[in-house]
């Protein structure tokens, strides 16, 4: 079994900084990318940041220059630091990895989702 832990959630005034990590753990072979989605109330899960294993990062454009992902291969984590932080950006949001099982299947697994909350 796989699992994505996710911690770094909060509240924080708009204009504030916030960042989040995520760690796989369990037997896998790879991971082929890592990466954050969020879900708003009463909209529906759109994608953050992705990042590729040894490819380009991807950014929805509500939150390009302001969000920067990264990923430490080794430890097998992904981090979202979460800058000039608006109401909008509240919701829960969610690690998202697509890791290749010990019998070389691809399994997308998600973490437990953690609360972002904007004040203004």
């Known amino acids: 079994q796989v699992q994505l832990v996710e911690s770094g959630g909060g509240l924080v005034q708009a204009g504030g900084s916030l960042r989040l990590s995520c760690a796989a753990s369990g037997s896998f072979f790879s991971i082929k990318s890592m990466g954050w989605y969020r879900q708003a109330p009463g909209k529906q899960r759109e994608l953050v940041a992705v990042i590729p294993s040894g490819g380009t990062t991807n950014y929805a454009d509500s939150v390009k220059g302001r969000f920067t992902i990264s990923r430490d291969n080794a430890k097998n984590t992904v981090s979202l630091q979460m800058n000039s932080l608006k109401p909008e950006d509240t919701a829960v949001y969610y690690c998202?990895?697509?890791?290749?099982?010990?019998?070389?299947?691809?399994?997308?697994?998600w973490g437990q989702g953690t609360l972002v909350t904007v004040s203004s």
């Open positions: 998202n990895a697509l890791i290749v099982t010990m019998t070389l299947r691809s399994v997308e697994v």
